[in-house]
C-alpha cells in the first residue's frame, strides 16, 4: 500500500520515532541513502511561494540520487485547466513521489488518493508537517528526547503550525501547550485528535488564551507569522490582534532557564519574535532551517520503502538508518 504524508498524524508515534532516526543517520552520512538513485525523478509542485521547502527538497532529492521537477504557482494545468485526480494520474507514471504545497487539504488528499506514488505535504492552510518534522529532530538535537518535554506555541493559534505543533508534538509525547487570542484558537476535530493521540503517548494538550499559562517552564518556545500566505487581505486586523502573545525577553523569563526559540521561517522581527530573541543565544531557528534537509530526506526515503517502491539496497540503508 502507498503511504503519504499529508498531516502529522500520518506516523504513527512509533513511526515517526523510526523517520527521526533515519534523519539523524542521513545528516551524519548524507550521501550513503540512494532512495532515487536512477536518476528518478520527484514533482515538486508550488501553489504558493516558497524558499526553504524549494532548497530542502531540491536538495534533498539530488543527495538521494534523484532529479527534481519544480513547478512554481500557475505552471501547471493543474486546479484550473486540469483536475487533481487526473493529475494524480498522469504525474504517478513519470515520478516517484508527489511534493505538494497547496490551500486546501482536500485537495492534498484527492491527490493522493489517485496516486501510486507517495504524496508529502509540503504546506496547505491547515498543516505543515514536514516543518514539524525539522522541529522535532532539533529538539531532539538540543535536548536529547522529545517525551515529557514542554512546547509552547504562541501567535496566531489558529494556522497550519498550531496545527501541526499540537499533533506532532502530542505524537511524540510532548506536553504542548497552544496560546492564541480568542477566534484564533485550533478547531475543535484538531484539539480532539491531538487529545487521543496524548492519550496513547502520554503527551498532553492545553489551548489557552493566556500567554503565561503556555509558557510556564516551557522547554520549547515557538512562534510563526500573524500573516499566512492567503491571509494578505486581513493584515490590518491580524496587526492588532495577536500583540500579547509575541515572543520576546519577556516571555522567556516564564519559560524554563534553558529554553530553546523555534520559528519555520520567514519570520517578522519586531511582530511575533523580536529581533533579540530571534537573533539571541536561545534561537536554534538555523539549525531548525537546515533540518528541513536532513528530515525530508529521511522522510522520502522511508515513504518508499514502506511503499514498496524501494530497491534491495534502500531497503536495507533505510532499515539500518531508522534504529536507534
Ligand atoms: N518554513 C518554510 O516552509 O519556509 P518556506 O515558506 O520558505 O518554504
Ligand atoms: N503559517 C505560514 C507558514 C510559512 C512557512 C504560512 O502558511 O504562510
Given amino acids: 500500500m502507498t503511504r503519504h504524508f499529508l498531516t502529522d498524524l500520518d506516523l504513527s508515534p512509533e513511526e515517526l520515532d523510526r523517520v527521526l532516526s533515519l534523519a539523524?543517520?542521513?545528516?551524519?552520512?548524507p550521501y550513503k541513502?540512494?532512495?532515487l538513485a536512477g536518476p528518478q525523478t520527484a514533482a515538486v509542485i508550488f501553489d504558493k511561494t516558497s524558499t526553504r521547502t524549494r532548497f530542502s527538497f531540491a536538495s534533498g532529492i539530488a543527495h538521494l540520487g534523484g532529479q527534481p521537477i519544480i513547478v512554481n504557482p500557475g505552471e501547471a494545468q493543474l486546479g484550473h485547466k486540469e483536475s487533481i485526480a487526473d493529475t494524480a494520474r498522469v504525474l504517478d507514471r513519470q515520478v516517484s513521489l508527489i511534493i505538494w504545497r497547496t490551500y486546501?487539504?482536500?485537495?492534498?488528499?484527492?491527490m493522493a488518493q489517485h496516486s501510486r506514488v507517495p504524496v508529502i505535504n509540503a504546506l496547505s492552510d491547515d498543516y505543515h508537517p514536514c516543518q514539524l518534522l525539522a522541529d522535532l529532530l532539533t529538539i531532539r538535537e538540543h535536548k536529547g528526547r522529545l517525551a515529557g518535554l514542554k512546547l509552547a506555541y504562541l501567535g496566531d493559534a489558529a494556522n497550519n503550525m498550531a496545527n501541526s505543533y499540537l499533533l506532532a508534538g502530542v505524537n511524540a509525547g510532548m506536553d504542548v501547550r497552544i496560546a492564541g487570542p480568542e477566534g484564533y484558537l485550533p478547531q475543535e476535530h484538531i484539539i480532539t485528535a491531538g487529545?487521543?493521540?496524548?492519550?496513547?503517548?502520554?503527551?498532553?494538550?492545553?489551548?489557552t488564551t493566556d500567554p503565561a499559562k503556555a509558557l510556564a517552564g516551557a522547554d520549547v518556545v515557538a512562534t510563526d507569522t500573524w500573516i499566512s500566505m492567503g491571509q494578505e487581505d486581513e493584515k490590518p486586523q491580524r496587526m492588532k490582534l495577536f500583540g500579547d502573545y509575541q515572543v520576546n525577553a519577556q516571555s522567556l523569563e516564564v519559560a524554563a532557564e534553558d529554553a530553546v526559540v523555534l520559528h519555520c521561517l520567514p519570520a517578522y522581527r519586531g511582530m511575533e519574535i523580536t529581533a533579540e530573541v530571534l537573533d539571541g543565544p536561545r534561537s536554534v531557528i538555523w539549525d531548525e532551517a537546515e533540518n528541513r534537509l536532513h528530515a525530508q530526506k529521511a522522510l522520502m526515503a522511508w515513504l518508499l520503502v514502506e511503499s514498496g517502491l524501494a530497491d534491495e539496497a534502500t531497503v536495507a540503508a533505510v532499515k539500518a538508518g531508522e534504529r536507534r
Fill in 104 to 110: 486546501a487539504q482536500a485537495g492534498l488528499e484527492e
Fill in 24 to 29: 539523524e543517520h542521513v545528516k551524519a552520512q
Fill in 33 to 35: 541513502v540512494k532512495a
Fill in 195 to 207: 487529545e487521543d493521540r496524548a492519550a496513547e503517548t502520554g503527551g498532553k494538550v492545553t489551548v
